[in-house]
């Protein structure tokens, strides 16, 4: 069995999400009283945040690798990052990491194409919702990527930022979320929406609204980080 090594904290709420589906995940497949042993380094969150506000990428990778190294020594055989935003520097993280890494983007990736979902809608923070990093894979396998307008992307990330990370969940501001999906499948006839923030599950966690599926980034994760841990 291997062993996993999580970086946390990337909010606090959306780690104990992992933490509870991982277990949830492995005792389904184990089908016996046993749970799975796992590490979590849960870091603070302003390692992440403040590079990623100031636009310095190479200060948020540095930061990440110091941390990943802490699962390494502790004995993890592989590791996750708990968070949608911090993969704008996966690829460098992964290629400075003693340890191999699953990205949260190729694992929805894998998740969209065995699904045949052809036209996704991307909400998230805004450094996600515009960045590449997500845009890239899913261009390399033909399928199209929609991002919300700028009133919406406003939206989105303000009240991720500002409520959902501090762990408020509301539900005027989930009904304003609900309506951006449908503002999105009347003008772009999307097929899915990616929650691409992994506190997004935890204010709309029904796995569809009006028939367009909700692919969720953490528990689309966690069934990777569970296989691997069996591989």
């Known amino acids: 069995m291997k062993t996993l090594g999580i970086i946390g904290g990337l909010g606090p709420e959306s780690t104990i999400d992992y933490y509870q589906t991982i277990i949830a995940l492995y005792r389904e497949r184990t089908g016996d009283d046993s749970y799975p042993q796992f590490f979590i380094n849960s870091v603070d969150l302003n390692k992440v945040r403040g590079p990623v506000i100031a636009n310095d990428l190479a200060q948020l990778a540095d930061n990440l690798v110091v941390e990943i190294d802490k699962l390494a020594r502790a ?8 968070a949608n935003t911090p993969h704008l520097v996966f690829d460098e993280v992964a290629g400075r990491s003693p340890i191999s890494l699953i990205s949260i983007v190729e694992a929805t990736v894998a998740a969209a194409k065995d699904r045949q979902l052809r036209r996704l809608a991307l909400f998230g923070t805004k450094f996600t ?8 894979p899913f261009r390399r396998e033909n399928i199209d990527l929609v991002r919300p307008d700028a ?7 303000e009240k991720y930022m500002n409520e959902l990370v501090p762990g408020k969940f509301l539900p005027e501001t989930k009904a304003g ?7 999105m499948k009347a003008r772009s006839d999307i097929d899915a929406v990616i929650l691409a923030g992994t506190e997004l599950p935890l204010i709309l966690r029904e ?3 009006k028939g367009i599926p909700f692919l969720n980034t953490t ?9 691997q841990m069996f591989s």
């Open 75 to 82: 004995g993890a055989d592989f590791g996750l990052i708990a």
């Open 151 to 157: 009133a919406d992307q406003g939206y989105i990330h």
């Open 129 to 136: 919702m515009n960045g590449e990093f997500y845009a890239k």
């Open 177 to 183: 979320l609900l309506a951006i999906v449908d503002r």
């Open 207 to 209: 796995t569809e609204h």
């Open 219 to 227: 528990k689309i994760h966690c069934e990777a980080a569970v296989a």
